[in-house]
């Protein structure tokens, strides 16, 4: 079971990081995607690690702002979110499985294990 944290409201242009954890199973070593869904809108990619290969893939939408990144010695995988935009609003999943890109778009068929999603509000 995954448990993604650390959501809040965020002022356009400010930071957030999102912490997922993972009980019962280590995270760290399995490839981990974050996703969101913002209102009215389908589920998408935002970035996914396959983290002892240094594989890392980002959304278009979100490079050179967002970070995905693990801590072994905790066993958490962060998203680290700069620079934050009103579109970045959503709800924010973290997902254990495999990271399938296609097109630059990061798909979550192969994802297996989901967890509660965390709410991002980004206010201007």
């Known amino acids: 079971q995954l448990q993604a944290s650390g959501g809040g409201l965020v002022q356009s242009g400010g930071s957030l990081t999102l912490s997922c954890t993972a009980s019962g199973s280590i995270l760290t070593g399995r490839p981990v995607g974050w996703f969101r869904q913002a209102p009215g809108k389908e589920r998408e990619g935002v970035a996914c690690?396959?983290?002892?290969?240094?594989?890392?893939r980002y959304a278009e939408s979100v490079k050179g702002r967002f970070t995905i990144a693990t801590d072994n010695d905790t066993d958490t995988v962060y998203l680290r979110m700069n620079s934050l935009k009103l579109e970045d609003t959503g709800v924010y999943y973290c997902a254990a499985g495999q990271c399938g890109v296609v097109d630059g778009e990061i798909k979550d068929d192969g994802m297996k294990s989901w967890g509660k999603g965390t709410q991002v509000t980004v206010s201007s």
């Open positions: 690690g396959v983290f002892n290969m240094n594989f890392l």
